[in-house]
């Protein structure tokens, strides 16, 4: 599977932006998906993760209220809309794909997307 983030960009506190994750070589309605994100100096931390329905979806409690996911299985792609964006969502995103687990641990995930930047300025 390979999978391609993109939509990152530079925005103001209090903007918006929505990251798409398309994959190819596998069709992804059967898996489960997740974004992840690493702050500089940080560890990669759990954002969001969607059920391979699109019928079950959790968040971090970070951005719980702010950001939602959503897939379209018949585009084979995941999203994140981020709203109300802080300085503190500053990171490289990361969409994930999990063969047989969809929770919050990324040592589950099988196949990463290259990660796209995010930076919220002040």
């Known amino acids: 599977v390979q999978l391609q983030a993109s939509g990152g960009g530079l925005v103001q506190a209090g903007g918006s932006l929505r990251l798409s994750c398309a994959a190819s070589g596998r069709t992804l309605s059967r898996y489960g998906m997740a974004w992840f994100r690493q702050a500089p100096g940080k560890e990669r931390e759990f954002v969001a993760r969607i059920s391979s329905s699109g019928g079950s979806v959790s968040y971090a409690d970070s951005v719980k209220g702010r950001f939602t996911m959503s897939r379209d299985n018949a585009k084979n792609s995941v999203y994140l809309q981020m709203n109300s964006l802080t300085p503190e969502d500053t990171a490289v995103y990361y969409c994930?794909?999990?063969?047989?687990?969809?929770?919050?641990?990324?040592?589950?995930?099988?196949?990463w997307g290259q990660g796209t930047q995010v930076t919220v300025s002040s």
């Open positions: 994930a794909v999990g063969l047989y687990y969809n929770g919050r641990d990324q040592g589950y995930y099988e196949f």
